[in-house]
């Protein structure tokens, strides 16, 4: 017996030398059946068996002493003894903390002659009053909505900007926000022709986002002339829910009108063009409930004059907008229907897509790829790489460029009031974008960061890091714990899937990941 804990005393001593000083950066999880390491630095996933699921846990605490207690010298000596072997062959358990946070590398270079999206804010005006939007007069994090459009000039200067500043960009996008676009109809269809008439020689893909309240017959035709043109209609499903939160002025809902323009758009475009042009935005506000999304999912599937390909995307509300969503809940007296009490934390939603991921044709099949791309698409390294990139951002000014109805430059549409990056008088002004968006970002992110689990596969981006014209840490950090935990879930799922078939998830493999235009 005593030979035996020297053995294992010896052991541990040698896998001691094989450890970073501090804590490795990585995670375990475990399915029914299996228990895995998930390691950050080389974005490897290794299968344990419970002992060395126990023991990678006390290596990962710092804990590595309190091994001995785990079981039976012998099957300990063993389990570190692979475990040794792994980490020599995988080169796991490589650092305790990542060195630094690589940034864009020729920004200039980027920002003048690469930009790949511009999006315009045609309007702050909207001809409805969610009770989720953030332009809601009671969400004090944004603007409220409006009396402002953007007019001609500056949407076509924007044209003319982009068009400059896309000269190595093989495809150019552009986009239209709000606001409701369609209250400015005439700028939107006019800068449109306006790109196809000034870049005859560059392939255009249009695309904007819309109650569809505005979707006339005769836009529609017109809209249709346009090509590569696609068009995101928020929709939340059956007209019991739609209506619950997607209501006008006057507080009527507005889901027939919203249908009617659908209707309008699919016979504009035809059946084959409808379902690879039509895409649906949905908001899954309180109350959350498997009912409600089973009712969505019957109500898409009994639309038979919609194409069924059309994707369609669901998301929780912003962070940001959950106090106006109180508010409105409150002042229409919907506190109880809406089951506020219990909001927090909730997963009926990734339960529901988990639960029927392999049913053809869900509402949240796209909801489902978007969780497992991101493990799908991870890098993996044989060797040790000590720096991260800039988590989920873009680069500022270049994959997105937004302008404001007043010409202001942002970096895209979701950021809320942050500081802006330039004008298009100016353009974008480059030490401001370094000294906010590219070194202030890294240099306080860095300080979590570091030595964070999440680092290699991470989403954050901008949005929703800043207070004012300040990076805000603390902010950030709590949003990443929400991101960690529903990767966590998503982690789990993945594995769960392959376990029950190991080509499960192959069509990721054709999937470009690439977040969708506006």
């Known amino acids: 017996m005593g030979e035996n804990n020297q053995i294992l005393q010896e052991m541990i001593k040698e896998l001691q030398k094989k450890l970073p000083d501090g804590r490795p950066i990585g995670i375990t999880f475990s399915t029914e059946e299996k228990k895995y390491y998930y390691d950050t630095v080389t974005g490897k996933i290794i299968t344990c068996d419970d002992l060395a699921y126990q023991i990678v846990e006390k290596i990962l605490d710092g804990k590595v002493n309190e091994i001995v207690q785990l079981s039976e010298p012998e099957n300990l000596t063993e389990s570190i003894r692979n475990i040794i072997d792994v980490i020599e062959y995988e080169k796991i358990f490589a650092l305790s903390k990542f060195e630094k946070m690589v940034d864009f590398g020729e920004y200039e270079d980027l920002i003048q002659n690469q930009l790949e999206q511009l999006t315009l804010e045609l309007t702050e005006k909207c001809n409805l009053r969610c009770g989720y939007c953030i332009y809601n007069e009671a969400c004090e994090k944004n603007r409220d909505f409006g009396d402002k459009d953007m007019d001609e000039e500056t949407a076509l200067k924007a044209i003319d900007y982009a068009k400059t500043h896309s000269g190595k960009t093989d495809t150019l996008h552009i986009g239209y926000y709000g606001g409701e676009p369609l209250v400015n109809y005439p700028v939107m269809i006019k800068s449109m022709r306006y790109a196809l008439?000034?870049?005859?020689?560059?392939?255009?893909?249009?695309?904007?986002?819309?109650?569809?309240?505005?979707?006339?017959?005769?836009?529609?035709?017109?809209?249709?002339?346009?090509?590569?043109?696609?068009?995101?209609?928020?929709?939340?499903?059956?007209?019991?829910?739609?209506?619950?939160?997607?209501?006008?002025?006057?507080?009527?809902?507005?889901?027939?009108?919203?249908?009617?323009?659908?209707?309008?758009?699919?016979?504009?475009?035809?059946y084959d063009r409808a379902k690879e042009n039509i895409l649906f935005s949905m908001v899954y506000a309180p109350p959350y409930s498997e009912e409600r999304l089973e009712e969505t999912q019957k109500f898409f599937e009994e639309l038979k004059w919609l194409p069924s390909e059309c994707v369609k995307f669901i998301t929780y509300p912003d962070e940001e907008s959950m106090d106006t969503i109180y508010k409105y809940l409150q002042k229409n007296q919907l506190l109880e229907a809406a089951k506020w009490?219990?909001?927090?934390?909730?997963?009926?939603?990734?339960?529901?897509?988990?639960?029927?991921?392999?049913?053809?044709?869900?509402?949240?099949?796209?909801?489902?790829?978007?969780s497992y791309l991101p493990i799908r698409k991870r890098a993996i390294f044989d060797v040790v790489m000590d720096s991260i990139r800039m988590n989920g951002c873009c680069?500022?000014?270049?994959?997105?460029?937004?302008?404001?109805?007043?010409?202001?430059?942002?970096?895209?549409?979701?950021?809320?009031?942050?500081?802006?990056?330039?004008?298009?008088?100016?353009?974008?002004?480059?030490?401001?974008?370094?000294?906010?968006?590219?070194?202030?970002?890294?240099?306080?992110?860095?300080?979590?960061?570091?030595?964070?689990?999440?680092?290699?596969?991470?989403?954050?981006?901008?949005?929703?890091?800043?207070?004012?014209?300040?990076?805000d840490l603390g902010k950030k950090t709590e949003m990443c714990e929400e991101r960690k935990a529903s990767c966590l879930r998503s982690l789990k799922a993945y594995f769960e899937a392959l376990e029950n078939d190991i080509h499960a998830m192959d069509h990721l493999d054709s999937i470009t990941d690439r977040k969708s235009v506006v």
């Not at 909001?343 to 790829?369: A, C, I, N, R, V």
Request: charged share 25%; net charge positive.
């Open 197 to 270: 008439e000034t870049m005859k020689n560059r392939k255009l893909h249009f695309a904007f986002t819309t109650n569809a309240v505005l979707l006339t017959k005769d836009k529609c035709k017109e809209l249709a002339e346009i090509p590569n043109l696609s068009v995101t209609v928020s929709l939340d499903g059956p007209e019991k829910w739609h209506d619950f939160y997607r209501r006008n002025m006057h507080g009527d809902g507005s889901f027939h009108q919203t249908l009617q323009g659908i209707k309008n758009l699919v016979d504009a475009f035809g």
């Open 341 to 370: 009490g219990n909001t927090e934390l909730d997963f009926s939603l990734s339960d529901y897509s988990h639960k029927h991921e392999k049913q053809p044709g869900m509402f949240t099949e796209k909801l489902m790829t978007d």
């Open 395 to 471: 680069v500022p000014g270049q994959r997105k460029l937004y302008v404001t109805v007043n010409g202001e430059f942002r970096i895209c549409e979701r950021v809320g009031n942050i500081p802006t990056i330039g004008n298009i008088e100016n353009g974008i002004d480059i030490d401001k974008v370094k000294k906010i968006y590219i070194d202030g970002y890294r240099n306080e992110s860095m300080k979590k960061c570091s030595s964070c689990w999440y680092a290699r596969i991470c989403s954050i981006c901008y949005c929703g890091c800043y207070t004012g014209e300040k990076f």
